[in-house]
């Protein structure tokens, strides 16, 4: 398995990776380097190991592949013909059908970020060749695995698949969200990237509708606030700190001062967001609190990771939070891509 995460979480990546597979009994080994932006887990049954550890349940991961090969030495004047090579090595017998599309990438390190240029136009080149070479079906179909080449440098790269129902629907991972011109602050684009990531399509009508009531603790400036308002929700915003006046012109917004890990809804709500920069596993037990007293259904909450041990912090907190919910829970947790030294977490009852 190859996935790619975070620069400099690589060891966390790593650590979650070993560990699940050891709890699966499915012996493997963790491969990285600090700073890459990817881990290998190589393991002997590669088949086993990807359904064991579906996408959906990965934290540190933002994309999950199979890889097929490892290429180095490449000669950039024909790196097309050993990618062909490779893929007649990996299936002597011929894939049973062709892939649906080809992604052309690099790590999302410092190292291999200058390769976009390349990954660019030798997707160009590349794409027309699968297709002759019968490896890419005519017309791109996203429902049928894709191979992903993944340059590491000019004359070095990987080769590997998805499966498309089980990763990242995103190029390297990384979902292209722009900033709205009346966002109150940044920190509206991770909301919105939990929205897109750990709310499934299927959910969202169910979750989100005109007049629903919720709280944002941690709301200042207002960033999360802005985007459960915009999903059509009614939002109480605690913070002593000042939230931006448009969204209380809105109407829809109640502005209080208080502490958001005293203060409780007078009766239940839809949704609790919270954001407030604090120890995990002091949020994580206040989440919990919310939930099995029932002041909310939903909740999406930021963890903010300390500098060490933030695999076993992750695990700690997320554990936490589900036996003191004391409640059937759907729980996804993911470092998103406009996380930082933090993880989100969405739950939502069973
Ligand atoms: C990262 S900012 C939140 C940004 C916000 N989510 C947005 O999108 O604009 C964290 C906020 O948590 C607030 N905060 C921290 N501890 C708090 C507490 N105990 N009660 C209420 N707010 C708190 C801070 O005042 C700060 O405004």
């Given at each position: 398995?190859?996935?790619?995460?975070?620069?400099?979480?690589?060891?966390?990546?790593?650590?979650?990776?070993?560990?699940?597979?050891?709890?699966?009994?499915?012996?493997?080994?963790?491969?990285?380097?600090?700073?890459?932006?990817?881990?290998?887990?190589?393991?002997?049954?590669?088949?086993?190991?990807?359904?064991?550890?579906?996408?959906?349940?990965?934290?540190?991961?933002?994309?999950?592949?199979?890889?097929?090969?490892?290429?180095?030495?490449?000669?950039?004047?024909?790196?097309?013909?050993p990618i062909i090579n490779a893929l007649h090595a990996a299936y002597p017998d011929g894939r049973p059908s062709a892939y649906g599309d080809v992604w052309v990438e690099h790590p999302d390190s410092d190292e291999a970020k200058p390769l976009a240029g390349l990954a660019r136009s030798f997707g160009?080149?590349?794409?027309?060749?699968?297709?002759?070479?019968?490896?890419?079906?005519?017309?791109?179909?996203?429902?049928?695995?894709?191979?992903?080449?993944?340059?590491?440098?000019?004359?070095?790269?990987?080769?590997?698949?998805?499966?498309?129902?089980?990763?990242?629907?995103?190029?390297?991972?990384?979902?292209?969200?722009?900033?709205?011109?009346?966002?109150?602050?940044?920190?509206?684009?991770?909301?919105?990237?939990?929205?897109?990531?750990?709310?499934?399509?299927?959910?969202?009508?169910?979750?989100?509708?005109?007049?629903?009531?919720?709280?944002?603790?941690?709301?200042?400036?207002?960033?999360?606030?802005?985007?459960?308002?915009?999903?059509?929700?009614?939002?109480?915003?605690?913070?002593?700190?000042?939230?931006?006046?448009?969204?209380?012109?809105?109407?829809?917004?109640?502005?209080?001062?208080?502490?958001?890990?005293?203060?409780?809804?007078?009766?239940?709500?839809?949704?609790?967001?919270?954001?407030?920069?604090?120890?995990?596993?002091?949020?994580?037990?206040?989440?919990?609190?919310?939930?099995?007293?029932?002041?909310?259904?939903?909740?999406?909450?930021?963890?903010?990771?300390?500098?060490?041990?933030?695999?076993?912090?992750?695990?700690?907190?997320?554990?936490?939070?589900?036996?003191?919910?004391?409640?059937?829970?759907?729980?996804?947790?993911?470092?998103?891509?406009?996380?930082?030294?933090?993880?989100?977490?969405?739950?939502?009852?069973?």
């Open positions: 398995m190859l996935c790619y995460c975070r620069p400099g979480f690589e060891p966390e990546l790593a650590a979650e990776l070993s560990e699940r597979a050891a709890l699966l009994d499915l012996p493997g080994y963790a491969r990285t380097q600090r700073n890459q932006a990817y881990v290998e887990f190589l393991g002997t049954d590669a088949v086993a190991l990807s359904r064991a550890l579906p996408y959906d349940d990965l934290i540190f991961a933002r994309q999950k592949l199979l890889r097929l090969a490892d290429l180095q030495g490449l000669d950039p004047s024909d790196r097309i013909t160009n080149a590349l794409r027309p060749a699968l297709r002759k070479a019968g490896w890419l079906t005519r017309i791109d179909d996203p429902r049928r695995p894709r191979l992903h080449v993944i340059f590491l440098a000019g004359d070095h790269a990987m080769l590997a698949q998805a499966s498309p129902r089980d990763g990242s629907p995103w190029q390297l991972g990384i979902p292209r969200l722009r900033m709205h011109a009346d966002a109150p602050s940044r920190s509206a684009l991770k909301l919105e990237e939990a929205l897109l990531t750990l709310v499934h399509e299927h959910e969202r009508e169910k979750l989100f509708r005109d007049n629903m009531r919720a709280a944002d603790l941690g709301a200042a400036p207002g960033g999360w606030t802005w985007v459960m308002m915009r999903q059509g929700l009614r939002v109480i915003s605690i913070d002593n700190g000042p939230l931006r006046p448009e969204l209380l012109d809105s109407g829809r917004v109640e502005h209080l001062r208080a502490d958001g890990f005293q203060w409780q809804p007078k009766g239940p709500l839809d949704w609790m967001v919270c954001d407030m920069v604090e120890q995990p596993r002091r949020v994580a037990e206040r989440m919990a609190t919310w939930i099995r007293e029932g002041w909310c259904r939903h909740t999406i909450f930021n963890l903010k990771l300390p500098m060490k041990k933030r695999w076993e912090e992750t695990r700690l907190c997320l554990e936490l939070f589900e036996r003191q919910a004391e409640k059937p829970l759907t729980i996804r947790a993911r470092q998103l891509y406009h996380d930082r030294e933090e993880i989100t977490v969405f739950a939502t009852p069973q």
